[in-house]
Structures are given as C-alpha cells and as structure tokens.
C-alpha cells in the first residue's frame, strides 16, 4: 500500500530533482522510492554472518568445483593446519 510522504529538502537540490527526473523519465517519488530499497537492501546485507558474507563470490571467476573437487580441497587445508 502506497502513502504520501512530505520532505523538507534544500532549494538547489529540489531544482536538481525536477531536471533530472526530466532527463531520466522518472519521477522524484519514484527515485525515492528506489534510493530507499538500495539503502534497505544494504541494511540487510549488514546482517549477514560476517563468515557468510566471506564466501560472497568465492566461486565468481571459476565454475563451482563438483563435491570430490571440494573435499579434496577441505582435506588439503586441513593437512596444512596439522
């Protein structure tokens, strides 16, 4: 459900709004509404267990390893800690 909201915002950046509402084709609600999802998206990334948050991308520049390749690798790792 969609209500109004009121802003008290600074005079230059009001006139910034309008032409570049203009120049995108979008309206200042709008890239309100998306500036405030990207800042609760980030709110919620911070919520991450930070051993998860490591993983993010491990495997982004290489295929994922099948399950014998990543045993292998645990394995390997675990001998070094010995």
Do not use: C, W
């Not at 990334?45 to 948050?53: A, H, L």
């Amino acid at each position: 459900m969609q209500k109004k909201l009121t802003l008290s915002i600074d005079e230059d950046l009001i006139k910034f709004a309008h032409q570049f509402s203009k120049e995108t084709n979008q309206s200042i609600s709008k890239m309100v509404e998306e500036y405030l999802l990207q800042l609760k998206k980030q709110n919620n990334d911070y919520n991450v267990n930070p051993r998860i948050k490591n993983l993010y991308g491990i495997f982004e520049d290489q295929p994922i390893p099948d399950k014998k390749e990543l045993r292998k690798m645990f394995h390997d790792k675990s001998n070094y800690r010995s």
